[in-house]
């Protein structure tokens, strides 16, 4: 029902920035919830941060003050500027949707983007 298209991923050294943006096919208004997870080599899926349908957001603690979360004024696409990155930062960034929750827990989000590699180099 949503389909979700991730861009803006790459390789940076430490200390460098990244924008990722999440093109959904309907209007956020619609959706209770936009997110980011990230997977690291050889780790699970994990929450990164999230925005409400009432535009609120929650961050991981590892992403508070490095990573911001947003939306653009089309109301159909969600940004993460990724600043000041660590190589742990490395991994496969993903977009996901929910029309009810809006939480780290990934059985919340039945849609998902196919994700958006970032290589944080020391």
């Known amino acids: 029902q949503v389909q979700l298209v991730e861009s803006g991923g790459g390789s940076v050294q430490a200390g460098g920035s990244l924008r990722l943006s999440c093109v959904a096919s309907?209007?956020?208004?619609?959706?209770?919830?936009m997110a980011w997870f990230r997977q690291p080599p050889g780790k699970e899926r994990e929450a990164v941060a999230q925005?409400?349908?009432?535009?609120?957001?929650t961050y991981a603690d590892f992403a508070k003050g490095r990573f911001t979360l947003s939306r653009d004024n089309a109301a159909t696409t969600v940004n993460l500027q990724m600043n000041s990155l660590k190589p742990e930062d490395t991994g496969r960034y993903y977009c996901?949707?929910?029309?009810?929750?809006?939480?780290?827990?990934?059985?919340?989000?039945?849609?998902w983007g196919q994700g958006t590699q970032v290589t944080v180099s020391s």
């Open positions: 996901a949707a929910s029309f009810q929750y809006c939480s780290g827990d990934l059985s919340h989000f039945n849609y």
């Open positions: 309907q209007y956020l208004h619609s959706l209770a919830c």
């Open positions: 925005i409400s349908h009432g535009g609120s957001t």
